[in-house]
């Protein structure tokens, strides 16, 4: 759960960085984001107010949650109406920090090495790498990013060989065909719920 949580916050203790490349972007906001949590003892206990307002003010300028969903739903993503995405993508968001805001209590004196970046500088979509000691235990931790107009966004995260994206693409494709997009609205409505009241595993 760390591990999530940390790839959805980005990662590290990097001095001020160059927020126009993408590994100058991500140790920043990273760090940006573990002063906060530290200093912050509502976001320690689980408050997901005070987590929302985190993501939402430190990590969502520099993610493109819109691109991460339409590639979870595949062409799916176009059979679905404005409105529809709208939905799907706040829902989702709201699931991932739901699932893993329990995870920001753990934040204490983690570590963050970055492994050498290594990209073209015409490329336009790049991968950050990363580990996290965790108790001494590494943890593989990478960052997709591609290029925008406004700047680098993150799209994807890697935690132990897991990409974010593929991991969600079945589930979201089962919901889809059993019961449509609507469907699949009310089904990440309905965990949104579950979470908040407690009832969810």
């Known amino acids: 759960l760390f591990a999530v949580l940390m790839a959805f916050c980005s990662g590290a203790f990097a001095q001020a960085g160059d ?73 989702f968001k709201m699931l991932l920090i739901r699932t893993y805001s329990g995870a920001l209590a753990q934040v204490r004196d983690q570590q963050v090495q970055y492994k050498p970046f290594r990209a073209d500088p015409s490329d336009t979509d790049v991968v950050v790498r990363s580990v996290v000691l965790n108790n001494g235990s590494p943890i593989e931790l990478d960052y997709r990013l ?24 079945q589930q979201f494709n089962e919901q889809i065909q059993q019961h449509g997009v609507d469907g699949l609205v009310q089904f990440l409505t309905q965990r949104n719920q579950q979470l908040a009241s407690g009832k969810a595993s």
């Open 19 to 91: 927020m126009s490349t993408p590994d100058g972007l991500v140790k920043t906001v990273t760090s940006q984001v573990l002063d906060q949590i530290k200093a912050d003892k509502q976001i320690q206990s689980g408050n997901i107010t005070r987590i929302t307002e985190l993501v939402n003010e430190k990590i969502l300028p520099y993610t493109d949650f819109t691109r991460t969903t339409r590639l979870v739903m595949g062409r799916n993503w176009n059979t679905a109406t404005p409105q529809q995405q709208k939905d799907i993508v706040e829902q």
């Open 146 to 169: 591609y290029k925008t107009p406004q700047g680098w966004k993150v799209y994807d995260i890697n935690v132990l060989g897991a990409w974010l994206i593929q991991a969600y693409q």
